[in-house]
């Protein structure tokens, strides 16, 4: 049974940084694509990064492009998303979520099968 723990949220600063983690549990993310979307209040969920599962291409939305990093522990089982330079508007629910062997061109959250719960990403001063 696919599980996932997402953690690392918080409340921080504009500009500050956070690391999100996603710890799997039941299975093993080696041939697993990984992404990362969030929902604020109001919105819908948007996708915000992606890994692919075989040859590890990566997506990212424009908004977080070189400020954001997707990665993957596979030993840990774990997956991470580094998020720097902190903006007001990054603040939301970010979910982890994943789909074996699957290829992030394009992805969109009815791709993806487990989820985590959640956790949240507070950007303020």
């Known amino acids: 049974q696919e599980k996932l723990v997402d953690s690392g949220g918080g409340l921080v600063r504009p500009g500050g940084s956070l690391r999100l983690s996603c710890a799997a549990s039941?299975?093993?993310?080696?041939?697993?694509?990984i992404a990362w979307f969030r929902q604020a209040p109001g919105k819908e969920r948007e996708g915000v990064s992606c890994?692919?599962?075989?040859?590890?291409?990566?997506e990212y939305a424009d908004s977080v492009k070189g400020r954001f990093t997707i990665s993957k522990d596979n030993a840990k089982n774990t997956a991470f998303l580094q998020m720097n330079s902190l903006l007001p508007e990054d603040t939301g629910r970010y979910y982890c979520?994943?789909?074996?062997?699957?290829?992030?061109?394009?992805?969109?959250?009815?791709?993806?099968?487990?989820w985590g719960q959640g956790t949240q990403v507070t950007v303020s001063s």
């Open positions: 979520t994943v789909r074996q062997f699957l290829r992030c061109s394009g992805y969109a959250a009815q791709d993806f099968g487990s």
């Open positions: 039941g299975f093993s993310l080696e041939y697993y694509a």
């Open positions: 890994l692919s599962a075989n040859d590890g291409g990566i």
